[in-house]
């Protein structure tokens, strides 16, 4: 018969393996958030007990079940337009700073990680559209990020609800989004302008490709890392960048703590973070 129990030493072997495949550290705390999961995909992969699924998931050679149970232990809370006076220090501050460097005439290349359903890369597809006059003269690249294959998927979906719409201007609902029988649909035009990719930033094999960015959105992710995770995606983010390019974090999160590597900016809308102009 099979045991559902996950023991305390079970917790510990799940919590601390989860970490070196995604970054992720769950606390104590959240035991109880992690066993609810546990359990579920013990169930439906019809282990007997907690060992036999724990073996499963780190021998499996496809990594399948791993991609199942991370889309279950990942938060994806989100909405359009959020931490808005980031998008505006964008397009008042950030871009024109970084245009005024261009001279090659290249694409803007902007990278959002983690995407979550798609509110955030899609608010500044809008954003620019709506408030940045520079969009007629420059060609922009969007690509947004999650280790949640899940999430990406309704990402390119674009179908969201009303919570997810409920800080946007009523023009610019009705001037990019469709109303239907589950909510509101984004545009194609907008769904086209993004690329949405699946990454595991504690994976160099992930995000080695990821080069030549001009400006990185990375909120409200490290706060569920420790210290050594946080200064890896801190060197990942430095490596992704153009130099002179930017990165902002969250509200609660700060550069400053995690890595030596970034200036500090002041701008008036909002502190961000820039990789130098010339290698330190």
Known sequence: MADPSISELDFEKFREFFYRKTGIQFEPSKRYFVDKRLLERIELTESHNFRSYFTMLRFEASGEELQHLTNLMTVNETYFFREEYQFQCLVKSILPDITSRKRNGGPIRIWAIPSSSGEEPYSIAIYLLEYWAGIKDW??????????????????????????VQHLPETILRKYFKRNAEGYQICNDLRDAVEFTR??????????AYRDFDVIFC??????????????AAETFYDALKPGGYICLGHSESMSRVSSLYKV?????AIVYQKPLEPR
């Open 219 to 232: 909120r409200n992710l490290l706060i569920y890392f420790d210290d050594v995770s946080r200064k890896t």
């Open 199 to 208: 990454v595991n930033l504690s994976e160099r094999a992930d995000t080695r």
């Open 265 to 269: 900016r002041k701008f008036p809308e």
């Open 139 to 164: 060609d922009i690249e969007i690509i947004s990020s999650d280790i949640d294959t899940k999430i990406l998927a309704q990402a390119r979906q674009g179908q969201y609800t009303e919570r997810s």
